[in-house]
């Protein structure tokens, strides 16, 4: 899983390095299929219940599954960016949102407190804790920001397949849910919506979610693993 994170983590680190206003969500696509080639990795998104792409690509209101096409990016605009690998039958799934040029301080703040959710619930990836623990940890942040939580959606467990039991909701009881063990891996997946309510709605692609308050949405992830000395993100580049 370590190989398939550190796919996973170049393929952030040149998509981010391809956003600038002016860049269609296809190109971005592109970015992404040409990494996984030259890594000689697999896409675990493509094809994925039919889904057409190796990224997802959200902008503004849409929190999650965003599926790339003409959309042509615009200063101001926050894009999440979701994507994952396949290396020797092991799966890496990660996604991170970052500002178009120039943005607004209030999309700058709901982006930053995605973030720090995301660092919250890692902390808890430790043997003896529950997912209830990491799943309130993205609760107590988000609820501390007034933003809501994406309602119906969230992480999982990862490995062998890209979605593996447990669910990991964006709201939890501490002390509650399967509790964690060395070598178990999660995708922790904060979203965070501007809003401050929960809702979403899904549009009639059949994929893209958005909020449903027309506010902004802000999604981050990591695939982690609980060790015997804490949590090991899978799905950080290691040269930076
Ligand atoms: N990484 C996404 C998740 O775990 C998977 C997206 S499904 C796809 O929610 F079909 F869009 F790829
Ligand atoms: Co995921």
Known sequence: ?????????????????????????????????????????????????????????????????????????????IIGIDCGAVVDGWHGDAAFTAAVGEVSPDARRLIAAAEEALAAAIAQMRSGRHVGDVSHAIEVVADAAGYGVADGYGGHGIGRAMHEAPDVPCRGTPGRGPRLEVGVVLAIEPMLLGGGGDDTLELDDGWTVVTADGSLAAHVEHTVVVTDHGPEILTEGSGR
């Open 1 to 77: 899983m370590r190989a398939a994170g550190r796919v996973v983590a170049e393929m952030h680190e040149c998509i981010r390095g391809a956003i600038r206003p002016g860049v269609t969500t296809a190109e971005l696509d592109r970015v992404a299929r040409d990494v996984l080639e030259r890594r000689g990795a697999g896409s675990n998104f493509l094809g994925y219940r039919g889904y057409p792409a190796v990224i997802c690509a959200s902008v503004n209101n849409e929190v999650v599954h965003g599926i790339p096409g003409a959309r042509v990016l615009a200063e101001g605009d």
